[in-house]
């Protein structure tokens, strides 16, 4: 589903990814592990070109991201087209990134109508569906500033998968959540890996999540994929003193 | 019971069962009554001071209140503000987008712009609107390069008095709140720009149904005291004859000699009209604020 080849980008002279490669199936779920700094983040945001990279390909479903090939060399996409690639691709943040003077039931069908034009009526039903799905029934007309962090974030979950994407990419999701918040998230996300179909890529810092939901762990580390391969191996039996020394960090 | 210190009486109060309940006396605010009895005394012998002076004719100002010339003049000085705050606004938010963007040059020119038009006094840029004729002869809207001409005009016919005032008013208004305009585009967070793009919102629709509306809340409130502000500056338009109100109370006064009572007349029709935008400015902003 996802084929990522070689992937380096570069903020001025400061090289963050130093070439990246990675496979993800369709409808497996991997999550990615590391210490802040070492491209996690960037590498997911390149998935949807909401960053660009400075050498490399990235394809989802057999699309190059962000790029087109011409004559032998990469030509960034227009904005357009760009916008219609990430039809495919949802994304949901660490800090939400609800739309305050949306309702959920709003933030949810606002880009089914605008984006995709589908009927209002049709979109407003499926945002309702979803909502109920997250566990918000009932909260359909609650102004993202009446949620919890929780809530919030679960409507995100919905306003992205109100898209029917195939890919799904979690940026952090539960960092910027109270404590106690974090489990109903988790559980919504969980829920989404179980039902299948669809592809997940989560940024995380739950190693139980990871553990629990993820098929393959990645862990990154200083720009590069520093070891991956299922759960069971990577958190319980790492190859590399980089992972351990970060894994006993994170468990402590 | 005799008289216990106050603190006592709290802590050795028996329950509720004995004697009536205590009367609870407030803190008096001697300075605040006093103060306010200087506010008062000082405002009757101010209104005394203006209504009983006998230099001052109250009938000519009831004469002329609401006189012919007066109420046309009203009128263009709200036609003027109105339509020179509408034009303002639109220049103001393409100057105030052009300048968010990432084009040096462009972001520049925007820049120039606001420094140009906040700087120059509003009296000047009236006289040199007003006095386009004097160095352009014809206005002309034409394709650059290719010398074919869509429309063209003299200056004399299309710049008259009213029209000068509006586009001088629009020019100095565009200035302030293209400013206005950007910290309300900036007060926007990186964060529902990337929202609306991994959605697969383009620009222009990030822009219409995500950035502006909730730019708007920020830029309401100074954008009332523009409005309020453009009213009171148009005042000035006078000096190119703009025919607006204040140019009518002074060419009345220039008949009767009676300068003050026309000003009194002006001041109250200025009074009015900004007290009816100060209640709309009010609910505007309390709908704004709401979510």
């Known amino acids: 589903m996802i084929t990522i080849r070689g992937v380096r980008k570069a903020y001025g002279s400061v090289e963050v990814l130093h070439g990246i490669d990675l496979d993800v199936a369709r409808g497996e779920n991997v999550c990615i592990i590391g210490p802040s700094g070492s491209g996690k983040s960037t590498l997911l945001r390149t998935l949807n070109h909401l960053e660009d990279i400075s050498a490399g390909t990235i394809r989802v479903d057999g699309h190059l991201i962000g790029y087109e090939e011409r004559a032998g060399r990469l030509h960034e996409l227009r904005e357009s087209a760009a916008c219609q690639q990430r039809l495919q691709v949802g994304m949901v943040f660490q800090h939400f990134n609800l739309f305050p003077h949306m309702t959920a039931l709003e933030n949810v069908a606002f880009a089914p109508i605008k984006v995709k034009k589908e009927k209002p009526a049709q979109a407003r039903a499926y945002a309702t569906e979803l909502l109920g799905r997250v566990g918000l029934a009932g909260k359909e007309s609650s102004y993202p500033s009446k949620l919890s962090g929780g809530q919030q974030q679960r409507v995100a979950i919905a306003r992205a998968m109100a898209m029917r994407p195939d890919v799904m990419l979690f940026d952090e999701p539960t960092s910027a959540l109270d404590p106690e918040l974090v489990g109903e998230v988790l559980a919504v996300m969980q829920d989404l890996a179980r039902t299948g179909g669809i592809t997940m890529v989560v940024v995380t810092h739950e190693i139980g999540f990871a553990r629990e939901v993820a098929d393959r762990v990645v862990f990154m580390d200083q720009g590069v994929i520093v070891e991956m391969g299922p759960p069971g191996q990577v958190l319980d039996d790492p190859q590399h003193d980089r992972t351990r020394s970060f894994l006993s960090a994170v468990l402590r | ?291």
Do not use: C
Request: no cysteine.
């Open chain 2, 1 to 291: 019971m005799s008289k216990p210190a106050v603190a006592g009486r709290i802590v050795a109060a028996p329950p509720a069962a004995s004697g009536p309940p205590l009367k609870v006396v407030p803190v008096r605010h001697w300075g605040r009554a006093i103060g306010a009895g200087i506010v008062l005394v000082t405002l009757a012998g101010a209104i005394k001071g203006v209504a009983t002076n006998d230099n001052l004719e109250w009938g000519v100002v009831g004469d002329y209140l609401f006189d012919a010339n007066v109420l046309r003049g009203l009128r263009l000085t709200l036609a003027m503000t109105g339509i020179g705050m509408v034009a303002g606004l639109v220049l103001a938010i393409v100057v105030g987008v052009m300048r968010t963007s990432a084009s040096r040059i462009v972001s520049g020119a925007a820049a120039v712009w606001v420094f140009v038009f906040r700087g120059i006094p509003l009296v000047v840029l009236l006289i040199f609107v007003g006095n386009l004729g004097l160095f352009f002869d014809d206005l002309t809207l034409a394709i650059p390069l290719t010398g074919v001409e869509l429309w063209s005009a003299p200056v004399s016919e299309v710049v008259t008095p009213f029209w000068a005032s509006v586009t001088a008013l629009a020019l100095a208004g565009s200035g302030y709140m293209a400013e206005v305009v950007r910290a309300g585009l900036l007060s926007v967070g990186r964060g529902q720009h990337e929202a609306a793009m991994a959605l697969g919102l383009p620009q222009v629709g990030t822009l219409r149904f995500i950035v502006l509306p909730q730019a708007l809340r920020v830029i309401i409130p100074p954008l009332g005291n523009e409005l309020i502000g453009m009213l009171k500056a148009s005042a000035i338009v006078s000096v190119i004859a703009g025919g607006d109100l204040m140019t009518a109370v002074l060419g009345i006064s220039g008949v009767t000699f009676r300068t003050i009572e026309m000003l009194i007349v002006g001041t109250l029709w200025y009074l009015a009209v900004i007290a009816v935008l100060s209640v709309g400015q009010y609910f505007l902003e309390r709908k704004a604020a709401e979510k």
